[in-house]
């Protein structure tokens, strides 16, 4: 008895190029990116630091313009000149 598999099976089997003989420029970059970052435990450490970092400082700039300026007119360091007088 010849059991025979289906062509979909025998096709997904072929030897298949790697991707950077086909050069694919996203290999290259994914590449390099794993080469500079992520080969050893602690690059990888500091570079999720430093990107959460560099995150959060950028958001809350962010969101710290966007409260200011719908809540322009309202917040004491706009209205503190009415109240208080300079010496």
């Not at 991707?19 to 570079?47: C, D, K, P």
């Not at 809350?60 to 109240?83: A, E, F, P, V």
């Amino acid at each position: 008895m010849v059991c025979r598999r289906s062509s979909f099976l025998q096709a997904s089997r072929l030897p298949q190029q790697p991707l950077h003989i086909r050069g694919n420029e996203t290999y290259e970059t994914n590449h390099l990116v794993h080469s500079a970052l992520f080969r050893r435990n602690w690059q990888m450490l500091g570079a999720v630091f430093a990107g959460a970092f560099a995150f959060e400082m950028a958001y809350d700039t962010g969101m710290n313009k966007l409260w200011d300026n719908l809540n322009r007119g309202r917040q004491w360091k706009d209205i503190r000149s009415r109240y208080v007088e300079e010496e």
